[in-house]
């Protein structure tokens, strides 16, 4: 708040706070015009990197609201230190505004780039190096939230250098600009940057507008407010910056190819962008093992994913299997494992990302992999969102497989919540049985078995079972880091009656699965039970990244 001050005597250089109106090459009107468009620009710089920090606290760190929580948090907690701490650079504020925008042009700009760096080349060194990423999102959010902060009361001293008024009225004006400047850049940032220019040079460009805003508000309004030496300096350090941004925007390719590299391999294929998740594509010629990564993740490895995929559709098979639905499973693999048994009428899938059905359709290696399942007439693809597609009251089926991203991961809580399981249930035929990837076991018991809990809650009877022996390289539950991957998979079969756990007496032969191990891997699975745990439901979500 702009408190009122007495005259300054006659003569004698007036403190600032109590000058007159600024010398500027504009009318006043124009002028304050020009300062609540700056604050309008800077807001929306902000708020993309605040958006920015949090999308990718969910693709490198872990999608979970912990880590978003965290991100948000400190930044607000340091805009209030950023605050307080502008106040000792009130008297010289144009001086001081200009140098704020130059370092959070240059650190909000950069943060993309360096966050995915230390996650790429050090992310698999193990032991601290292995949460590098989270400290420095921390130590990003705090940079940012400072600098952040530092602006209102620096721009509060520059507007009302222009033309004094009530302090009131001021911080209307100001706060109005920058709610209207915060909503363009929350728009502008799922909308416009990331879908046209990815995280990278989206970062980058947001950077250089904030650098062009900041440098052109101080050095064309106010620069007689500073010496000549520091419209110099801040000349330079401008340039610098924007010399910085231009250079990495120019680079940015060969970083991210380089980058991609170091946490996939050196043989990437694909990589692409849906509009829903990054898909990446890695072997699956010269010998060398498929991988497919959704946003960073392991979803399929061709060395293994026989396994989880035996695993999770012929024990659900046991049973009458006409008709057969398959949520997620958009790279066809589980639909291979279906269309093994002849007596299958009809097979849906329903998948949220139309890219990844398509590049299963149409890649070599994984349509290969897959068997071309669908090219099969009998296979039926709808992309939707599960949830609201089973909300929609489809025709019952005698199975439903659960092929959705792990529990563990924000964006999946709902697809293993109780409501979710309401809605499963209610597509089952009579005596229909659903099969749930509830992720691993011997890592992390408690969501494996507050799965277990969950379908119980929704009135099915629960047979929970696992399998190991799985590739230490592959992670199709999206654990990060192959030296923690899980030694297992588990999984959920249940059914409104009860369903024995086993293996179809004329089914096909399979590579990994026997009635022996299964019945084996569902007792072992026993000893890791945690009793008492409550259902995850929308609500209330209980599971953790």
């Known amino acids: 708040m702009i408190e009122p001050h007495a005259p300054a005597p006659p003569g004698a250089p007036p403190p600032w ?101 230390v996650f790429a080349w050090t992310g698999g060194w193990g032991g601290v190096w292995a949460s590098g990423s989270r400290y420095l999102l921390a130590a990003f959010s705090l940079a940012i939230g400072l600098l952040i902060g530092a602006e209102v009361p620096l721009l509060m001293e520059l507007i009302q250098r222009i033309r004094r008024q009530d302090p009131g009225g001021a911080v209307a004006d100001l706060f109005a600009a920058d709610y209207v400047g915060a909503l363009v850049g929350g728009l502008a940032f799922p909308f416009l940057l990331l879908p046209q220019l990815g995280q990278l040079t989206g970062a980058l460009l947001t950077g250089a507008v904030n650098a062009l805003a900041g440098g052109a508000l101080v050095l064309g309004l106010f620069r007689r407010d500073l010496s000549r030496r520091g419209r110099w300096l801040l000349l330079i350090a401008n340039v610098v910056v924007l010399g910085l941004l231009a250079a990495a925007a120019l680079l940015v390719d060969d970083f991210e190819h380089a980058a991609r590299q170091a ?142 991203p792990d529990p563990g991961i924000t964006a999946s809580t709902k697809l293993y919540s109780q409501e979710f399981y309401g809605l499963t249930r209610r597509a089952l035929a009579d005596g229909g049985r659903l099969v749930v990837h509830a992720g691993p076991v011997s890592s992390r018991p408690r969501v494996f078995w507050t799965v277990e809990a969950t379908v119980r809650a929704a009135g099915l009877r629960a047979d929970p079972y696992r399998v190991g022996g799985r590739d230490a390289g592959a992670r199709p539950d999206r654990t990060a880091g192959a030296s923690r991957a899980p030694r297992d998979w588990g999984f959920v079969l249940a059914s409104a009656r009860g369903a024995p756990l086993g293996l179809a007496p004329h089914g096909p032969a399979l590579r990994s699965l026997t009635p022996r191990s299964l019945a084996a891997d569902a007792r072992a699975v026993w000893l890791t039970r945690i009793p008492g745990l409550a259902p995850s439901t929308l609500v209330h979500p209980r599971y953790s990244g």
């Not at 760190?61 to 607000?76: F, I, N, R």
């Not at 925008?101 to 780039?113: I, K, R, Y």
Request: glycine share 12%; proline share 4%.
């Open 17 to 117: 706070g109590v000058q007159g109106e600024a010398r500027l090459p504009v009318r006043p009107g124009t002028g304050r015009f020009l300062v609540l468009a700056g604050v309008f620009v800077c807001a929306a710089c902000g708020l993309v990197y605040e958006l920015e920090l949090v999308a990718l606290a969910s693709y490198l760190v872990g999608d979970s609201v912990t880590q978003a929580s965290v991100v948000l948090s400190v930044m607000v907690f340091a805009m209030g230190v950023g605050s307080l701490v502008a106040k000792r650079l009130r008297p010289r504020a144009a001086a001081g505004f200009g140098a704020v925008e130059a370092a959070l042009a240059l650190v909000g700009g950069c943060s993309a780039m360096a966050l995915y760096a």
């Open 263 to 404: 946490v996939y391999g050196r043989d990437v294929r694909v990589a692409l962008r849906t509009g829903v998740q990054e898909v990446v594509l890695t072997g699956g010629t010269h010998g060398h093992p498929l991988g497919l990564f959704l946003d960073g993740r392991l979803r399929a490895g061709g060395r293994d994913e026989h396994r989880y995929h035996e695993a999770l559709v012929h024990p659900a098979m046991n049973g009458r299997h006409a008709r057969v639905l398959v949520l997620g499973g958009g790279d066809g693999l589980a639909v291979r494992e279906v269309l093994r048994y002849p007596d299958v009428r009809r097979v849906d899938v329903v998948d949220r990302d139309a890219g990844v059905v398509g590049l299963a359709r149409r890649d070599p290696a994984l349509s290969a992999l897959n068997g071309h399942a669908f090219d099969d007439p009998r296979v039926h693809v709808f992309t939707a969102d599960a949830f609201c597609w089973l909300r929609g009251d489809p025709s019952p089926y005698d199975v439903v497989i659960s092929d959705l």
